[in-house]
């Protein structure tokens, strides 16, 4: 677990979160309403540090890949250069 930085200690081992907009006031050894972070003797702790919370799959090209579209139509003549301009091959 990995201490918190935005937050204050109080007496009594409590602690008041300031990492997000609840501003929880959390007890020893409880949690605030988010469930992400947990009061431990008056330092407050994460309880998801390094854990994936999402993960995605995306593609890396998200245009149409022009050139091999141009050739399947008989461009062959043509190069593509920034996007749709095209220009004689050399």
């Known amino acids: 677990m990995k201490e918190a930085m935005l937050y204050e200690k109080l007496?009594?081992?409590r602690v008041q979160c300031y990492l997000c907009a609840h501003r929880c006031l959390i007890a020893d050894e409880k949690g605030g309403v988010c469930q992400v972070w947990?009061?431990?003797a008056g330092t407050?702790?994460?309880l998801v540090y390094g854990t994936v919370i999402a993960r995605h799959l995306d593609s890396v090209e998200k245009k149409p890949f022009n050139t091999s579209l141009r050739r399947k139509q008989g461009h062959e003549k043509y190069q593509t250069v920034r996007g749709s301009r095209t220009v004689p091959a050399l």
């Open 44 to 46: 407050l702790y994460t």
């Open 38 to 40: 947990q009061n431990q």
């Open 11 to 13: 007496p009594n081992d």
